[in-house]
């Protein structure tokens, strides 16, 4: 059974961080793609940063770059996502999910280009 667990979200101030653990578990041969997501009050699901599997080949939502490196650890099967910088417009639920189809170099940023999600955990920024 396949299981993404987020974790290290919460509560901080404006120009403070956080970091997002996503552990995997179950059959991840195929996760080609880790990306994060994020989706606040009234809005949709919205890309965050994705990361390849196969080289760490990495891609940014333009409001995030240079702000939040995402990164993984294979032998812990996790993923990491480093706020930085946060700024009350980051509030949301934040989401990963694993992509199972996307071919070569291609790191999706639709939603539903991705077959596997975590159950979500909060970060809400002060101002």
């Known amino acids: 059974q396949v299981q993404l667990v987020e974790s290290g979200g919460g509560l901080a101030q404006a120009g403070g961080s956080l970091r997002l653990s996503c552990a995997t578990s179950?059959?991840?041969?195929?996760?080609?793609?880790m990306g994060w997501f994020r989706q606040a009050p009234g809005k949709e699901r919205e890309f965050v940063a994705g990361?390849?599997?196969?080289?760490?080949?990495?891609k940014y939502a333009d409001s995030v770059k240079g702000r939040f490196p995402i990164s993984r650890d294979s032998a812990k099967n996790t993923v990491y996502l480093q706020m930085n910088s946060l700024k009350p417009e980051d509030t949301a639920v934040y989401y990963c999910?694993?992509?199972?189809?996307?071919?070569?170099?291609?790191?999706?940023?639709?939603?539903?280009?991705?077959?596997?999600w975590g159950q979500g955990t909060q970060v809400t920024v002060s101002s």
């Open positions: 990361i390849r599997r196969s080289d760490g080949s990495t």
């Open positions: 999910a694993a992509d199972t189809f996307s071919p070569g170099n291609y790191i999706s940023t639709f939603a539903r280009d991705y077959e596997y």
């Open positions: 179950g059959r991840t041969f195929n996760f080609y793609v």
